[in-house]
């Protein structure tokens, strides 16, 4: 995983959308995950896409909010994040696994280096 982009400054109830770009191998061979970490606290997967079964995760707070997409022709991953709330606001990383979903962290292999994504209230 190459780049990333998308990140920015956002009022609350607006949207954005993260771009996960792979370069030098092929993303839908691996699962993969957008992470974020807000300050002082850990980072905390918020969706994974399954590349074995096509099964999409989410976690409670962004789900109904935020979509995950593949686009296997340009290698590229989306986080399509709607309705952002203040509580959103952190540095998003992706990362690709080649074992599961929700594998420990130790098992994504390669990250992102992180955008940050600022919601105001």
């Known amino acids: 995983v190459q780049l990333q982009a998308g990140g920015g400054l956002v009022h609350a109830g607006g949207s954005l959308r993260l771009s996960c770009v792979a370069s030098?191998?092929?993303?839908?061979?691996?699962?993969v995950a957008w992470f974020r970490q807000a300050p002082g606290k850990e980072r905390q997967q918020i969706s994974c896409?399954?590349?074995?079964?096509?099964?999409?995760y989410y976690t409670d707070s962004v789900k109904g909010r935020f979509t995950i997409h593949r686009d296997n022709a340009k290698n590229t991953v989306y986080l399509q994040m709607n309705s952002l709330k203040s509580e959103d606001t952190a540095i998003y990383h992706c990362?690709?696994?080649?074992?599961?979903?929700?594998?420990?962290?130790?098992?994504?292999?390669?990250w992102g280096k992180g955008t940050q994504v600022t919601v105001s209230s």
């Open positions: 990362a690709r696994t080649a074992y599961a979903c929700h594998a420990p962290l130790i098992d994504y292999d390669l």
């Open positions: 030098g191998f092929t993303l839908d061979a691996y699962h």
């Open positions: 896409s399954d590349s074995i079964y096509g099964r999409i």
